[in-house]
């Protein structure tokens, strides 16, 4: 590819200033609210990010240490390895956040990385086709695709940094190109910068795309080029190991049940590409698209366009070139769709004979490979496929360009068809048609934030703990008292013993309460039972709130009037499919007996105490389980009883798993060596 003259400097910045309007229409009503709420979903991550934020900026102010969340699991904190390994997906806003409220902190850096992206597309495709009009409804095409609009739902403003990955892949074509060192660099400090928003980026983005690159050159037999390269790959990956070595360890290191699946809830859907959003005024109306993209409209959505795939398909047929890019774009829509081929959201299930089977995909084969299973999440191979799907659209108006025969005419076409991918694209309406980005409140209630003046209070614990969303808004809070948290996390699920606090959760014991340091209790409404059953325990063993609203209720800790005393909580279900656990807390080493009636058809019955096996049983018919375990160290511990082998997550239909039946499960305490 020969060398080509890029647009003017000015150029550029004329665009990224569009690009910045744009951002702010696809994010709309973003703009209007600030500095008081968040962009994203109630079911999204921007709270446990705003409060990372948060936290690195009052770590600066008080000259804590970097390396340690002591705010976080109290009393023994938490290492954030992840979060430094990543450090665009909280620069600058930890920066902004010394001048500016913490929800505009959160969010212009969010604004700015969206123009951005479309900034770096349009500069890109401005070099591969030297067609400004081309390059800019590339880069508009790209910004607002619907898959990063859902990647803006969910608050998953690291995956959201991708202005590096297009410099990055122009440096590639400058380079094969002149084999020059400077370009060399160039593409080494992108692959880093690449990486820098979020550390899976190198698995869904810069896999692909230096893959098939990589690849080509192989077919092209063009040695010198694919020298130049490699080594400007190596390099970019020697630059980017301080910041991948410490992800890495903490993901391996990590206990099993903190690794999460999600290999088929998490993959597109075979029409993702031609399902627009089921909340558009006009494509809502397809009955078909609520069913794709129903259940999770943040990480599926993929839909390529009207105005995209006709230009893809032009640029296909007049641009050689051209056909790369849908190469790359086709196996990263394969990829998207994971290991199990699904169909309006339901794997795809064909009958051989008597038996029933799913589709397997070439995607099936990553799940079983160390590094790349534990991304769990195939559908952001679309980010790709979002790359891919700009570039044909702007390689197919370059190639309509020659036949407009006045510039006039040219730049009012492009000018309507980006109103129309803008309006094709948009992902969140409200009822009234109007651009409806979700947003979630960014202000603490002063109430919790008065808990900051206070000096007696050691931590505070959030309940119901074991959901998900409440850590998350547990973590938001604390930006307001700012005193450590019982739970708590730095990306997904706490790691906090679960024995300790379902424990602590289940019986609110004052005496246990004053042992693990929570003062404060706060219940989340939005995230209790429907029944209100733990509302009423809450008052029941705590007293009435001092504070309530309609989310929260905050608790103060009663008097400690007796010494803590062996407690035991049983599992919910007598249906062994997999696993049970029983939670228990000892005051002092002794003996801990367990013992069962059971129900089976030749299985095999594991006792296991804090994850050490203790004891198997074979089981065939009905039978008494009876096991002991000694317990040197007073405190918590978890009690398990597995079934091997497991049973499938889900039935196939035909061949069922019948499940081990429980009844009259004991756990008693001996004290005593």
Known sequence: MKSRALPPFAHHIFAYGLYLIVAIVVTWPLVTVLSTRLVGHPFGDSYEYARHIWWIKNILQTGGPLFHDSLLAYPD???????????????????????????AAFNLPLLFNLALNGWAVYWLVAYLTEQRSAAWLAGLVFLAYPTFQGQLAAGHTGLLVLWGIPFYTYGLFRLQDTQNRRWLLFTALFFCLSLLGNTLLLVYFLLPVTGLFVLTLLWQHRWSALRWSIAAIILGGMVSLPFLLPVALDMFSAPARLQESGDVAFS???????????????????????????????????YLGIVAGTLGIIAVWQQRRARWWLLLGGIAWVGSLGGILKVLDAPLSVSVGSYETFIALPGLILQHIPLLSSTRTPARFNFTLALAVAVLAGYGLAALWPHLQRRRLGYTLCLGLSVFVLWEYQGFWSPEGIPDLPTIPGVVPEAVTMLAERDDIRAVFDIPWEHLLTDKDAMFLQTGHQRPLIAGHITRRTPVDPARLTVLQNTLDPALLDAAGADIIILHKDWSDNQGVLDAFARQQLGAPFYEDARIALFAAPPVINLPEFQVILPPTTALRNRISIYLYTPVPGWVELSAAVQANQREIQFLQDEHLIETWPINGAADIRGAVFLEQPGYHTLTLAVTPPCPAADSGILVCASVEITGLEVTLNPGS
Not at 92 to 99: D, Q, Y
Not at 275 to 293: A, C, D, N
């Open 268 to 302: 597109a859907d075979l029409l993702a590409i031609v399902s627009p959003s089921f909340q558009h005024p006009l494509f809502g109306q397809l009955e078909y698209t609520h069913r794709v993209l129903g259940r999770d409209p943040f990480e599926k959505m993929a």
């Open 77 to 103: 904190g938490l290492g954030n390895s992840w979060l430094w390994g990543n450090p665009l997906q909280s620069f600058p806003a930890w920066l902004l956040a010394f001048i500016m409220p913490l929800p």
